[in-house]
């Protein structure tokens, strides 16, 4: 069965999903170092709710940042970055009073310990020193890059977009698909084009629309993807899509008479 048109993502679903699990996120403001981040995440109008430790709190609201999400591949790898995102903007201090209603809402999407150390109005002289300033950054452009070069996004595409419904379970998906059925990963790595097969082959990323795998090799690294023959949105249409991609016979789970 071939698969449909849209075989893969929108650049601003990539983002979208990448802003979600990111495992590292740094914080450039002007004339500072850039700064680790504990906490990013992103609002419904388009800007980014982001803990800064204290000490490195801008003095003056409007300063330019950049902001740089770094996204890891799942297992590991011998270049273990899938994608860098770039969001440039200016970032504001957030007033105390509305610190609170925000910390509520990103817990409410996002649960992180960070948020618990925020600097709030009740936790000024209450003994315990917060660890982090709250700023809100406008976004002025977001760009993201990987295997495949860089693309801009617009922000109004980017709100539109939602991250991928697998994209919070995804690396726990690939290591078991790695570790407890590696038979499942070798039917599918017999899929790929007979000259990507040579190397160290390991699952890449798994989205609505595909898995991806990196091939390793001695002349460098190369990426593919394996599309389904449909979008999935739940974990029967991934185990479906999957048996499909193996070229099982039996994609409804029926069983061979004996």
Same mark, same amino acid.
């Given at each position: 069965?071939?698969?449909?048109?849209?075989?893969?993502?929108?650049?601003?679903?990539?983002?979208?999903?990448?802003?979600?699990?990111?495992?590292?996120? &740094?914080?450039?403001?002007?004339?500072?170092?850039?700064?680790?981040? *504990?906490?990013?995440?992103?609002?419904?109008?388009?800007?980014?709710?982001?803990?800064?430790?204290?000490?490195?709190?801008?003095?003056?609201?409007?300063?330019?940042?950049? %902001?740089?999400?770094?996204?890891?591949?799942? &297992?590991?790898?011998?270049?273990?970055?899938?994608?860098?995102?770039?969001?440039?903007?200016?970032?504001?201090?957030?007033?105390?009073?509305?610190?609170?209603? &925000?910390?509520?809402?990103?817990?409410?999407?996002?649960?992180?310990?960070? %948020?618990?150390?925020?600097?709030?109005?009740?936790?000024?002289?209450?003994?315990?020193? *917060?660890?982090?300033?709250?700023?809100?950054?406008?976004?002025?452009?977001?760009?993201?890059?990987?295997?495949?070069?860089?693309?801009?996004?617009?922000?109004?595409?980017?709100?539109?977009?939602?991250?991928?419904?697998?994209?919070?379970?995804?690396?726990?998906?690939?290591?078991?698909?790695?570790?407890?059925?590696?038979?499942?990963?070798?039917?599918?790595?017999?899929?790929?084009?007979?000259?990507?097969?040579?190397?160290?082959?390991?699952?890449?990323?798994?989205?609505?629309?595909?898995?991806?795998?990196?091939?390793?090799?001695?002349?460098?690294?190369?990426?593919?993807?394996?599309?389904?023959?449909? *979008?999935?949105?739940?974990?029967?249409?991934?185990?479906?899509?999957?048996?499909?991609?193996?070229?099982?016979?039996?994609?409804?789970?029926?069983?061979?008479?004996?």
């Amino acid at each position: 069965m071939p698969p449909l048109p849209h075989s893969a993502p929108t650049t601003a679903e990539r983002i979208r999903s990448a802003c979600a699990r990111a495992g590292g996120a &740094l914080l450039a403001i002007e004339r500072e170092d850039p700064v680790a981040l *504990p906490l990013h995440h992103l609002l419904d109008d388009g800007s980014f709710a982001l803990a800064l430790p204290v000490q490195h709190s801008p003095g003056t609201s409007g300063s330019q940042a950049l %902001l740089e999400l770094t996204d890891y591949a799942p &297992l590991p790898l011998r270049e273990p970055v899938r994608s860098l995102v770039w969001v440039r903007g200016r970032v504001h201090e957030v007033p105390a009073g509305a610190v609170p209603p &925000l910390l509520d809402h990103i817990a409410s999407r996002c649960p992180n310990p960070a %948020l618990l150390q925020v600097q709030t109005p009740q936790s000024v002289g209450s003994g315990g020193e *917060p660890r982090y300033a709250l700023l809100r950054m406008d976004i002025a452009s977001v760009v993201v890059t990987d295997a495949t070069g860089a693309e801009p996004v617009d922000v109004a595409d980017l709100l539109a977009a939602r991250p991928d419904p697998f994209c919070e379970i995804e690396s726990t998906l690939l290591w078991h698909l790695d570790t407890a059925h590696n038979d499942i990963v070798t039917r599918l790595v017999s899929r790929l084009p007979p000259q990507l097969r040579r190397g160290q082959v390991r699952p890449l990323g798994i989205d609505r629309y595909g898995m991806r795998f990196r091939v390793e090799r001695h002349d460098g690294d190369h990426d593919v993807r394996l599309p389904f023959h449909k *979008p999935v949105s739940d974990m029967a249409g991934l185990r479906q899509a999957i048996r499909v991609l193996m070229g099982c016979p039996f994609i409804n789970g029926l069983r061979a008479r004996r």
